[in-house]
């Protein structure tokens, strides 16, 4: 039998139409199928390979801490160098208040330890989310996820979790005494890329303190540099109670995290002890490849050059037939008629050797997000082939 009839009988399926291509190799912006055809690559493993594939640093920390021990006990309990180096560095480029770190598997599991933490930390039962926010699949997380599309088939969820609308004043007359937290993606992503108002964010965080809810800002997706900056707050002179991380933070292996400080984190200590267990979160491996994935961003300067190549993207796509396109930074969205027209456009591209997808909320906007690394060459490569496919696709429809 062969992979593809494998991969069909053995694999737990999602969808009824699954890409199933075969993944040979990966390298920096480029992806190779089993029959040696190449990717430019523009969704990075949907926001995971800021610095590229197997960038040469964080295969070579990879080596490093394979040889010396991989799992040894679940988190928390032995001193692991990986972990503490990569907290120290993490922290050392975030705010003095968010200075502990809870490594986690995933984006889920770190959204499900913040909404923990938020209500054991306040002693309140409430949680308030947004429309249109992804926030993982797990039970917890899904009860928060923005759509009832996805929510519905799995009820009963979350008892006190309340939705608003994202950047829009309500939520902030709601927020009282029995809120423990406001958990919001920073800049939304699978909406399509939304970027709310500096002043609705502000204005967010003020009652926030006002009334001792907890700031939750989830930047899975929008953190490590994709906006143009490190860190998406920054954008918005707010400061999170709680920060959560994942995607990008591992460079390229499995690892969230949820940051807060000293005085927060240490109420998962008592009553119970082990607020949160995990056995393999912040895997020494992962915490080795997230650090060295980390030390490029910085070292390369990959944050300062995003504007510029997001620049670029606008510049070649400005006269593109398309309905508007939305980006902060590297995380793009061309919105479309329609998905079907989407589709039609992205298998093209995918046939000319640029791998791309689309929002999970937002069918018809393509999503572009692609490692940070991407050159001008590769931009202009991908921005061309997109035309051309509009161009047919539109093509194709006038004449049928
Ligand atoms: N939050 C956001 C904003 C995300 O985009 C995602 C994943 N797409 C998650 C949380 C969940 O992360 P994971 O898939 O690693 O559980």
């Not at 993982?136 to 928060?144: D, E, K, R, V, Y």
């Amino acid at each position: 039998m062969n992979h593809r009839e494998l991969f069909f009988r053995h694999l737990a399926q999602t969808s009824a139409e699954p890409l199933a291509w075969e993944i040979r190799k990966a390298e920096g912006a480029y992806l190779w199928d089993a029959a040696g055809n190449a990717y430019l690559d523009l969704i990075g493993g949907i926001s995971v390979c800021h610095v590229g594939h197997r960038h040469p640093r964080v295969m070579q920390a990879i080596a490093a801490q394979a040889d010396q021990y991989l799992h040894v006990m679940v988190y928390g309990e032995l001193i692991q160098s990986p972990q503490v180096q990569y907290a120290e560095l993490l922290t050392r480029h975030l705010p003095a208040s968010l200075h502990q770190v809870y490594f986690t598997n995933s984006g889920a599991e770190a959204v499900e330890g913040a909404m923990k933490l938020a209500k054991r930390y306040t002693g309140r039962p409430h949680i308030f989310c947004f429309h249109q926010s992804y926030h993982g699949s797990t039970q917890g997380a899904l009860s928060l996820l923005g759509d009832e599309y996805w929510r519905q088939a799995y009820r009963p969820l979350l008892p006190g979790v309340y939705r608003f609308i994202y950047n829009d004043d309500e939520v902030i007359d709601h927020i009282n005494h029995q809120t423990a937290c406001v958990i919001l993606e920073t800049i939304q992503a699978e909406a399509g890329v939304v970027v709310p108002d500096k002043s609705w964010m502000q204005a967010l965080a003020a009652r926030c303190r006002q009334t001792g809810t907890l700031l939750v800002l989830d930047e899975v997706q929008c953190g490590f540099g994709r906006n143009g900056t490190l860190w998406a707050f920054e954008q918005f002179g707010v400061i999170p109670d709680i920060l959560v991380l994942g995607k990008a933070l591992g460079g390229g292996l499995p690892l969230g995290a949820f940051i807060a400080s000293r005085e927060i984190m240490q109420s998962l200590t008592h009553d119970p002890v082990l607020g949160h267990i995990t056995t393999f979160g912040g895997h020494p491996l992962c915490c080795a490849a997230g650090k060295a994935a980390m030390e490029v961003l910085l070292e390369e300067q990959l944050c300062e050059q995003v504007y510029e190549k997001e620049k670029l993207f606008r510049q070649l796509l400005e006269h593109l037939p398309c309905r508007e396109i939305r980006s902060r930074g590297l995380m793009i969205a061309i919105e479309f008629d329609s998905f079907e027209m989407n589709k039609q456009i992205i298998h093209r591209c995918w046939k000319k050797g640029v791998f791309m997808d689309w929002y999970l909320f937002a069918p018809h906007c393509m999503r572009i997000a692609p490692p940070l690394i991407i050159t001008e060459q590769q931009i202009q490569q991908a921005c061309t082939v997109i035309d051309e496919s509009v161009h047919e696709v539109l093509k194709h429809q006038k004449s049928s």
